[in-house]
């Protein structure tokens, strides 16, 4: 393929080839609800390095959909172009039960330092602040698939009425819908989960690992042009910090530009900030 | 499931939704902004139905609309939501917020395992492990064992066996047969899970027809089918239509201005007082109106601008 023309890419087309390259030639993967980035990713991936990969269209249970477009809205029939045959969505869980789902991808309005997710609500069970719309599969999902990537396109702090600093990653959710590593009550290991956890956080500022003894979320790379001090105020929390922190690997001209093709209506981008949007790295 | 022997399930739309008795735990079909049981949940709100408890998977408008519409006293979902579309769900949010309706969030997985157990006629199922989650905190119903046979530990969820499914589809036949083009999402077992099914589809056909291009759901587990052209907008019905998202984005702007607007400005004009739903029909648009969601599949072009209307 001729990737003529390709002289730039945007933190969109960076995250997405950071959450493709979380795929493996031949892994099982599924995403369902809220998803353009993610969506983004596993075609990305299916047409790359990763054709073998087998991939269930969201909720519409598709086999290996190849969508002209992404929609934004997951249970689109645009999610079931050439998939082949269309299954119900109790077989995805099914599979995911018997321990055959590798991969999927899930986010959060809060994220702490464990990689718990919180997408039900911001307050207590006794106080909700606001209502979130809920994590769909992520709950029971996140126990049973080998491994998830987490992605967030607001890691920030903003500020409040009052002035305060509102991050997107926490020192601790509000409420646990997705858990990570480690919560207040264990470990995934002390529980026995079958599935292994979060291994890669992608955010629109680096990419994140987690520490094996600690389960703490540890820097792993900064995207180009972001310093350590950028990102640890933008962060609710002290991530893991080693003495050599890379630069995100950049996206080939050819990924990008699939990337493009792939999602035309560029609804990946949806959600990011402009400022975050304008940003143009030169290949 | 109920069993429906009878070989005549056509009624009205008011008959169909007058035989749910309000308190009931019903179940919708399609998902998110997809193949809703709309005109079903119009008619539940015009007849008063309240204090139901809905159970499901991810869903939209469909849940949203009838907590504005005073159908629900409690929402068991694992989602709603418009996603990247239009963000929160507003009625559902606010109604939670205050404290009117109760939400016990849920998991997909969890909903489907539960509808599986009503299936397999046993009082719970057992699942891999889930541990961890606050959504076990709001779930107390699910409980852990120790597998009798191999001494692990597994997670145990009751059955759930809804009152009512209402599902939207494209093709019957008087008997109630049923036919469903994909996606399926999760209406074949959310049906065959419920003791009565309420079916609104597309067309009402001959059974010879219907013996040509074959049921996927049985009659017998249908209680009352309706034919409702459009029946499902603004939500989409392929092959048949796509999604009216300029009828959603009015539906979003009405019901984030608060209760008193979307009362007035939704409610009593798209869903009380109509007399039927051609009158609503008319009101989105017409059959010619309308037209424009089903030509999705002229070209690529044409499908992305019904789905993002400033997309060239």
């Known amino acids: 393929?001729?990737?003529?023309?390709?002289?730039?890419?945007?933190?969109?087309?960076?995250?997405?080839?950071?959450?493709?390259?979380?795929?493996?030639?031949?892994?099982?993967?599924?995403?369902?609800?809220?998803?353009?980035?993610?969506?983004?990713?596993?075609?990305?991936?299916?047409?790359?390095?990763?054709?073998?990969?087998?991939?269930?269209?969201?909720?519409?249970?598709?086999?290996?959909?190849?969508?002209?477009?992404?929609?934004?809205?997951?249970?689109?029939?645009?999610?079931?172009?050439?998939?082949?045959?269309?299954?119900?969505?109790?077989h995805i869980y099914d599979l995911a039960m018997r321990g055959e789902l590798d991969r999927i991808f899930f986010s959060g309005a809060q994220i702490d330092k464990y990689g718990n997710l919180n997408n039900t609500l911001i307050g207590s069970l006794d106080n909700i602040r606001i209502k979130l719309p809920g994590g769909?599969?992520?709950?029971?999902?996140?126990?049973?698939?080998?491994n998830y990537t987490i992605w967030s396109i607001r890691h920030e702090a903003t500020l409040s009425g009052k002035g305060k600093k509102i991050f997107t990653f926490v020192d601790q959710v509000d409420f646990v819908t997705t858990v990570g590593h480690k919560t207040p009550e264990g470990t995934r290991e002390e529980w026995g989960l079958r599935g292994g956890g979060p291994d890669l956080v992608v955010t629109n500022l680096g990419t994140f690992d987690f520490e094996p003894e600690t389960h703490?979320?540890?820097?792993?790379?900064?995207?180009?042009?972001?310093?350590?001090?950028?990102?640890?105020?933008?962060?609710?929390?002290?991530?893991?910090?080693?003495d050599s922190i890379a630069e995100t690997p950049p996206p080939t001209r050819e990924e990008v530009e699939i990337i493009r093709e792939t999602d035309p209506m560029e609804t990946r981008k949806l959600g990011f900030s402009p400022e975050t949007l304008a940003k143009r790295f030169d290949f | 499931m109920g069993i429906h022997s009878s070989k005549n399930k056509l009624c009205s739309l008011f008959e169909a939704v007058s035989q749910i008795e309000d308190g009931s735990l019903i179940a919708v079909g399609g998902n998110l902004s997809a193949r809703e049981p709309m005109a079903i949940i119009r008619e539940?709100?015009?007849?008063?139905?309240?204090?139901?408890?809905?159970?499901g998977g991810a869903h939209g408008i469909d849940v949203d609309l009838m907590c504005a519409g005073g159908v629900l006293k409690k929402v068991q979902n694992s989602y709603v939501g418009f996603e990247a579309d239009f963000g929160l769900a507003p009625n559902y949010r606010r109604l939670v917020e205050q404290g009117r309706i109760e939400s016990q969030d849920t998991d997909c997985v969890a909903i489907l395992t539960q509808l599986r157990a009503s299936v397999f006629g046993v009082p719970f199922m057992p699942m891999p492990l889930v541990k961890g989650t606050d959504i076990l905190k709001l779930n107390q119903e699910f409980k852990t064992m120790m597998c009798p046979y191999t001494d692990e530990e597994i997670s145990i969820l009751p059955a759930l066996k809804p009152d009512w499914a209402i599902i939207h589809a494209h093709k019957s036949d008087k008997k109630g047969n049923i036919r469903l083009f994909p996606p399926y999402f999760s209406d074949l077992l959310v049906v065959e899970a419920s003791r009565n099914a309420i079916v609104s589809v597309e067309e009402i056909v001959s059974e010879k027809e219907m013996d040509r291009i074959g049921a996927n759901i049985p009659y017998?587990?249908?209680?009352?089918?309706?034919?409702?052209?459009?029946?499902?907008?603004?939500?989409?019905?392929?092959?048949?239509?796509?999604?009216?998202?300029?009828?959603?984005?009015?539906?979003?702007?009405?019901?984030?201005?608060?209760?008193?607007?979307?009362?007035?400005k939704y409610l009593d004009k798209y869903v009380r007082n109509l007399k039927d739903h051609q009158i609503y029909i008319d009101l989105v648009g017409g059959k010619e109106g309308l037209s424009k969601l089903t030509k999705w599949n002229e070209d690529h072009g044409t499908w992305k601008r019904l789905l993002m209307p400033s997309a060239a």
């Open chain 1, 1 to 90: 393929m001729s990737s003529n023309g390709i002289d730039y890419y945007t933190v969109d087309e960076l995250m997405a080839t950071c959450m493709a390259r979380t795929i493996k030639e031949g892994n099982t993967v599924y995403n369902a609800v809220a998803v353009p980035l993610p969506f983004t990713a596993i075609m990305l991936a299916s047409k790359t390095h990763a054709p073998n990969s087998i991939f269930w269209g969201g909720l519409l249970a598709g086999v290996n959909p190849r969508p002209p477009f992404l929609p934004q809205t997951s249970g689109d029939s645009v999610m079931l172009y050439h998939a082949n045959p269309v299954l119900h969505a109790h």
């Open chain 1, 136 to 146: 769909a599969g992520a709950s029971h999902l996140a126990c049973l698939a080998r």
């Open chain 1, 216 to 242: 703490l979320m540890r820097l792993k790379t900064m995207h180009p042009g972001l310093t350590r001090e950028e990102i640890l105020e933008s962060t609710g929390f002290e991530p893991v910090l080693s």
């Open chain 2, 44 to 55: 539940m709100i015009c007849q008063g139905k309240h204090d139901m408890h809905n159970i």
């Open chain 2, 220 to 264: 017998y587990e249908v209680t009352a089918v309706v034919e409702v052209p459009f029946g499902a907008h603004p939500t989409s019905c392929y092959p048949d239509y796509s999604y009216d998202r300029e009828h959603i984005s009015e539906y979003m702007k009405l019901a984030k201005q608060g209760e008193a607007t979307f009362e007035a």
